[in-house]
């Protein structure tokens, strides 16, 4: 992916500080937020129309995004309009590539970026959080298939017309005469335009993503230490719907080869102790030796706890030492108290808990 060279805008700031300085209120903020601008169209529609709607200019946001974190700041808010820029411009590979970035982003500079810990998480929380609906607002209307007839978006209102003109045949009438006809008959036969190969290889891409929101997210909570929870949620049910909705279109046995990704197929006929640093592979050999034996909850827990030490020690900016020692001490726990940890609303604890106990 030479044509995003992510990997130069994470080398540090050349200067005092390796994370550069505090540009909130460089005149660049205001150039970057003034590129972004985009008006809906029905806002420049009928005889009110008095002028062009503001078109967002992602190639220029981008370039000034990349100038901005290679030259003067590691900030987490030109980091998340940078993510969106290749969104924007190279749709789902720019997506993919972006949350990668991301990823390594808060990995290395988290403790060092921009704004500063001292002005408080939920200053950097919200960045994150508006990248999450800026993301899923633009899945939503992503034309699946290259095809601008087929879009989440589409989708809902195809399914929203036809529960419109159900009420009525007067009712569907008006419904066609006013908005026109976006049946789902009519959904289904866009998309039919279409082969099951071409289908499935967009199943795939979408596939793919919440692997990569799960990197962002892993590295976020392995140092804020916060409660383990969905941050990209937006983004995540609207990945979900997009690739429900492409399920539909799909025969059963491509449906089902699906589920078992070939990579992990192929994965389970390499030897991975081969593939291992020299210093790691007396780890492995242990920890496959251990598991040839009969296996028991106990020895399960404590394997993870060695795996974890494993990790601290060779990985010390790795979230997975973090994960595991979570889950090693989650398997200590009720049900009950697994719950209050994860949940701070109590009422729902205590609802989930009643439907449990009956």
Partial sequence: MNKFE????????????????????????????????????????????????????????R???????????????ISCWYVESLTHLYALEGMRCGLEYLAKFISQYWTACWPSQEEGLEIRYSKLVRLDID???YL?????LDDKEITLSKWYKALSFEHGTSLSEDGKEKLIESE???????????????????????????SDLP??????????????????????????STISEIIELLSRFLPQDVQDNNAVSPLLVELKSWDTSKMLPAEQQEFYAALTHST??????????????????FFRQSEPTSPVPYLLERAVRWSTMTMSEWLEELLKDNDSVEQINRVLKG
């Fill in 211 to 236: 692997d990569k929101i799960d990197e962002v997210e892993s590295f976020y909570f392995f140092h804020t230490h916060e409660n383990i929870h969905h941050i990209f949620a937006k983004t995540r």
């Fill in 292 to 309: 040839d034996k009969e296996m028991t909850r106990e020895k399960a827990v404590e394997q993870l706890e060695k795996i974890a030490i």
């Fill in 135 to 137: 993301l899923s607002e």
């Fill in 63 to 77: 370039k000034l995004c990349e100038v901005t974190l290679r030259n003067k700041s590691k900030d987490l808010q």
């Fill in 6 to 61: 992510t990997d130069t805008l994470l080398l540090p700031v050349i200067g005092e500080s390796p994370a550069g300085d505090d540009i909130e209120y460089d005149p660049v903020y205001s150039e970057i937020r003034e590129a972004r601008q985009n008006d809906p169209d029905y806002m420049f529609q009928g005889e009110w129309a008095v002028s062009e709607p503001r078109r967002a200019d992602w190639r220029k946001v």
């Fill in 140 to 144: 939503k209307a992503y034309p699946l």
């Fill in 180 to 206: 026109g006809e976006h049946s789902v008959e009519s959904f289904k036969k866009s998309v039919g335009k279409y082969n099951t190969r071409k289908i499935n290889e967009l199943f795939i891409q979408f």
